[in-house]
């Protein structure tokens, strides 16, 4: 069985927070191909503009962003790229748990100060896949993020990777993702086809508008197509 975590830290106990890797444990599997899909969706859409660096998030909590985000990552490593999965949900921390690695440093000890980008990165199972995950809950964790320390890291690391994917918090609940969203190339909105709320969705969209974040599309999650049994993937444009 495929182990998800090794090196630098020490492995956390899997829980139920984990999010199934469907590109690693069924890379061959209708889903798998819907992320790659995604993927190469998002290559056309930058094929004028960089696209680096990208926000995944959605507007309320439960619609798949982290699976969204953590799969998506894969994918492209799998094609080769050096990539890096930054866990910016601060106040509801996944990514650790998916990756079987420790939450005891991360993204908060970094913008904190308290620790380094070089110490604060996982290196997954995963060829050519690095997680940097969100770290011990801070008390302030939209002010870390909309902070210049935020501005430094973010170019430290497009530096050493390809694509950085940041798994950030549901648009509706907190200001983090709209702050986030200025700092990125694009953002792509993960809605639940059997969670969203379609006002929340518009609400989501227009916050996205209002803080000029560039959306690159939406991601439809859990959405079962006539005659499958499987929950597939979409990439739309808007």
Same mark, same amino acid.
Do not use: W
């Given at each position: 069985?495929?182990?998800?975590?090794?090196?630098?830290?020490?492995?956390?106990?899997?829980?139920?927070?984990?999010? =199934? %890797?469907? @590109?690693?444990?069924?890379?061959? +599997?209708?889903?798998? /191909?819907?992320?790659? *899909?995604?993927?190469? $969706? &998002?290559?056309?859409?930058?094929?004028?503009? =960089? %696209?680096? @660096?990208?926000?995944?998030?959605? +507007?309320?909590?439960? /619609?798949?962003?982290? *699976?969204?985000?953590? $799969? &998506?990552?894969?994918?492209?490593?799998?094609?080769?790229?050096?990539?890096?999965?930054?866990?910016?949900?601060?106040?509801?921390?996944?990514?650790?748990?998916?990756?079987?690695?420790?939450?005891?440093?991360?993204?908060?000890?970094?913008?904190?100060?308290?620790?380094?980008?070089?110490?604060?990165?996982?290196?997954?199972?995963?060829?050519?896949?690095?997680?940097?995950?969100?770290?011990?809950?801070?008390?302030?964790?939209?002010?870390?993020?909309?902070?210049?320390?935020?501005?430094?890291?973010?170019?430290?690391?497009?530096?050493?990777?390809?694509?950085?994917?940041?798994?950030?918090?549901?648009?509706?609940?907190?200001?983090?993702?709209?702050?986030?969203?200025?700092?990125?190339?694009?953002?792509?909105?993960?809605?639940?086809?059997?969670?969203?709320?379609?006002?929340?969705?518009?609400?989501?969209?227009?916050?996205?508008?209002?803080?000029?974040?560039?959306?690159?599309?939406?991601?439809?999650?859990?959405?079962?197509?006539?005659?499958?049994?499987?929950?597939?993937?979409?990439?739309?444009?808007?």
């Amino acid at each position: 069985m495929f182990k998800f975590g090794k090196k630098k830290h020490k492995h956390t106990q899997y829980d139920k927070s984990g999010r =199934e %890797l469907i @590109t690693v444990l069924k890379p061959k +599997s209708p889903i798998s /191909e819907q992320y790659r *899909t995604i993927r190469t $969706n &998002l290559e056309f859409t930058a094929v004028d503009d =960089e %696209l680096q @660096t990208m926000v995944i998030t959605s +507007s309320s909590s439960g /619609e798949g962003k982290s *699976t969204t985000s953590s $799969n &998506l990552a894969v994918v492209y490593a799998q094609q080769g790229k050096r990539v890096l999965l930054v866990d910016c949900d601060m106040r509801r921390p996944t990514a650790h748990f998916t990756f079987r690695l420790s939450n005891g440093i991360g993204l908060s000890t970094v913008l904190a100060k308290k620790t380094t980008v070089d110490k604060a990165t996982h290196t997954t199972q995963i060829e050519n896949l690095d997680l940097i995950a969100a770290g011990p809950i801070p008390p302030n964790p939209s002010e870390l993020l909309s902070s210049k320390m935020m501005d430094r890291v973010l170019e430290e690391l497009k530096a050493n990777y390809d694509v950085i994917i940041l798994d950030a918090p549901p648009m509706m609940q907190v200001a983090d993702t709209r702050l986030l969203a200025r700092k990125v190339d694009g953002v792509v909105l993960v809605v639940g086809c059997d969670k969203s709320d379609r006002q929340m969705v518009v609400k989501a969209k227009e916050q996205l508008i209002l803080a000029d974040a560039h959306i690159l599309g939406v991601v439809l999650n859990k959405r079962e197509p006539q005659g499958s049994d499987d929950h597939y993937y979409y990439y739309a444009y808007e």
